[in-house]
């Protein structure tokens, strides 16, 4: 059984950065897409970024395009989300997941999810 655990997550200024990370464990990280989703309060959690299980191919929502990154650590079985110019908007719990494929972004086509961590930008 795979196991995700989030951690980066906390309080920071509009404009700030943050770097958020993801370590798995239990299962064998390259066989997996790695995706992060997020959701703001009162909403439904949203697709925001993946990156492919070679580390080069990685697709970015339009919300968060130019301004958060994601790369993954294969050795370390982690991957990364850094995020700059963060504004209120970005205010969600993140949550990192493993899913079979690039075409399937959808929650329910995950096969993995983490705990989450909060990121709260202040304005």
């Known amino acids: 059984q795979v196991q995700l655990v989030e951690s980066g997550g906390g309080l920071v200024q509009a404009g700030g950065s943050l770097r958020l990370s993801c370590v798995a464990s239990g299962g064998i990280f390259t066989n997996y897409v790695v995706f992060w989703f997020r959701q703001a309060p009162g909403k439904e959690r949203e697709f925001i970024a993946f990156?492919?299980?070679?580390?080069?191919?990685?697709s970015l929502a339009d919300s968060v395009k130019g301004r958060f990154t994601i790369s993954r650590d294969n050795r370390k079985s982690t991957v990364y989300l850094q995020m700059n110019s963060l504004n209120p908007e970005d205010t969600a719990v993140y949550y990192c997941a493993l899913g079979p494929s690039m075409t399937i972004t959808a929650e329910n086509g995950m096969d993995y999810w983490g705990k989450g961590t909060l990121v709260t930008v202040s304005s």
């Open positions: 990156v492919g299980r070679g580390g080069t191919i990685t």
